[in-house]
Structures are given as C-alpha cells and as structure tokens.
C-alpha cells in the first residue's frame, strides 16, 4: 500500500485561522459582517453551509480577531461532544463572544437542545455575541424545541456559497503551503478535475498526499496523486462492503 490512512504522520501545525486566509469568493458580504461583530455588542449570527465551506474557519477567525482586540472568546464544536459535556456551557455569558459550531449535530437531543437555549438567553441578557453554524439552514435542522429556533431566528442568518473553480486551487494551493510544500499547478487541476469536488475532501486529499510523499520520499506530482485517488477510492470501497 502507499500509505496507511488508518496511521496519519503528524503534520505540520497550522496556524491559528484568520480572516485574511479565508478565500471568500462569493462569501464577501458575510465575512465582512463577521469582522464586524467585535463593534456591535449583543449581535448574533447564524451561518449555514455544506461541509468544507469554511464555517469552523471563520468561527475561530472570529475568536482570533476578538482575542487580538483584547476580548475573551470562546470556540465550541457540538460534534466532538458527549451529552455530559453541557456543563461546558456554563458561564459562558461572561465572554465577549462565543461561537458554536456544528449545531445540526444536537438537533433532537432534548438536553442539549433546552441546555443551549438557556445559554443563549444568557448571552443574549449579557449583551454578548453569539456566532453559531449549521450544515443546515435553520428551517431544516429539525430542532424540537420551539424556543430554540425562535432564539437562533432572531439574529442574522447567512448561507455560506460554494466556491468557484478558481477559489477552490486557492483554498488548496493555500493548504499545501500551510503544511510546508508547494502543491504543483498541474497537480491541482488535476485533483479538481478527478476528485470529489466538495472542499473538505479536497482538503483532506492534500492532507493525504503530503503524507504520502513523505512515506514514499517521492516528490510531488499527477503520477502520485493518482496513486493517492486510487488508494483513497479503495479505502472507500471496502468500508462500504463492510456495511452490508
């Protein structure tokens, strides 16, 4: 085998993500009304996208730039909880900003969904700000608790767009570098071209290509990515047949 995606080699720690790394595309107008939420106190924000579309980038890009601003900030990812970490929630009024990422992934669990409700009424009573993201838009998330989706409805909801060819070579031209190679025009054409089109397994394929460029000390090039697609399809297939 190539390499082995079950023993990922440590790659090279990214920086903290900041505005100015986001690719905006035809997201523009939202990212300039996340960089102004640090000015205006008891705002909340509500974005929704596919995955890969950049909503835990501009999460902590927002945390980042109030932290830099001398505020306090806190980042919270609902999908890598268990149910006993509600208690995480408390006091979290007291911040200057709180993000929550990932809220599809409580919808329907009756004590995250009442434990955030009171949390955000928190915030809200603390005239602090609240940014929160879905894979969903807010009408399909399926969420239980009327008094939730009120509370989420009163803010501004933005949609995340999908990026256009050209943005996307600069999403991964720009997660190559920040992983310490560079990634060859024709190597990324050709991964736009041959590969899931959606950002996060783009992503996750340079990811993966860089790791096996070290493990087989080869340099960088359409050859090897092809290599990688193949063994990344094969992965794929074989969960799959232990599904059934």
């Not at 993000?99 to 603390?126: K, M, P, Q, S, T």
């Not at 838009?137 to 989706?149: R, V, W």
């Amino acid at each position: 085998m190539l390499f082995s995606p079950q023993i990922p080699l440590p790659l090279t720690p990214r920086r903290e993500s900041r505005f100015e790394d986001f690719v905006e595309g035809p997201n523009k107008a939202v990212v300039e009304a996340l960089k102004h939420m640090p000015d205006e106190p008891g705002s909340h924000v509500f974005l929704h996208g596919g995955e890969g579309s950049g909503k835990t980038h501009l999460l902590n890009a927002l945390c980042y730039e109030t932290r830099e601003r001398g505020g306090r900030a806190f980042y919270l990812a609902l999908k890598r909880l268990p149910e006993d970490a509600i208690a995480s929630l408390r006091g979290l009024e007291k911040l200057d900003l709180v993000c929550v990422d990932d809220l599809h992934a409580i919808a329907g669990i009756e004590a995250w969904e009442e434990a955030l409700f009171h949390c955000f009424n928190r915030i809200r009573e603390a005239n602090g700000r609240l940014l929160t993201s879905s894979r969903k838009q807010l009408s399909a998330m399926n969420i239980e608790l009327p008094d939730l989706a009120s509370r989420l409805a009163w803010g501004l909801r933005l949609p995340l767009l999908p990026l256009e060819d050209h943005d996307k070579l600069k999403v991964i031209s720009m997660q190559a570098d920040a992983l310490g190679f560079t990634l060859p025009e024709d190597v990324q054409h050709y991964l736009l071209k041959h590969h899931e089109r959606s950002m996060a397994a783009l992503i996750r394929t340079v990811e993966n290509l860089y790791q096996a460029a070290l493990v087989s000390k080869r340099r960088i090039t359409v050859p090897l990515a092809r290599e990688v697609l193949k063994a990344a399809a094969g992965e794929t297939e074989a969960q799959s047949a232990d599904k059934k």
